[in-house]
């Protein structure tokens, strides 16, 4: 219906040239023909699965950059990725499971602050529960 000429009769469906001819179903030029199915430059055809630069072909599960690679599980930076797990600054994870500041660390082994008793007499008395009296019950339970 269309009556092309002889030269058109191949490209009528692609609506292309006759060098196009071949990478039709791409719509790419003659040099990407190999990577007509990934519809992406001849560079990237290893990454044609990923949809991503060459560079970027490790951390495509992960979208991050070649950096943040061994960050891509814990969603962090590369500073942070020690602390992921407590989400603290890296100063802040040797106190992240007492929950209490670099300072108060000593004193949260201790039992706590005692009010500001100097002489120590009740840090033996409220501490007795935990560092004393369950003493007995572990030797009997073993």
């Given amino acids: ?21 071949k990478t039709m179903k791409a719509g790419a030029t003659d040099e990407k023909i190999k990577t007509e199915e990934a519809g992406v ?13 060459d560079k970027e072909v490790k951390t495509e599960e992960a979208g ?40 108060k660390i000593r004193t949260e082994e201790a039992g706590g602050k005692q009010g500001g008793v100097k ?7 409220k501490g007795a529960d935990s560092q004393v009296a369950k003493l007995p019950e572990v ?3 073993t």
Avoid: Y
Wanted: aromatic share 0%; proline share 1%; charged share 45%.
């Fill in 1 to 21: 219906k269309a009556s092309p000429t002889d030269e058109k009769i191949r490209t009528d469906k692609a609506g292309a040239t006759d060098k196009e001819i």
């Fill in 64 to 103: 991050a950059t070649d950096k943040k690679v061994k960050t891509e599980k814990a969603g962090a930076t590369d500073e942070k990725i020690r602390t992921d797990k407590a989400g603290a600054t890296d100063k802040q994870i040797k106190t992240v499971k007492a929950g209490a500041t670099d300072e």
């Fill in 41 to 53: 430059t001849d560079t990237e055809i290893k990454t044609e699965e990923a949809d991503v630069t």
């Fill in 139 to 141: 030797t009997t339970m």
């Fill in 119 to 125: 002489d120590g007499g009740n840090l033996d008395a």
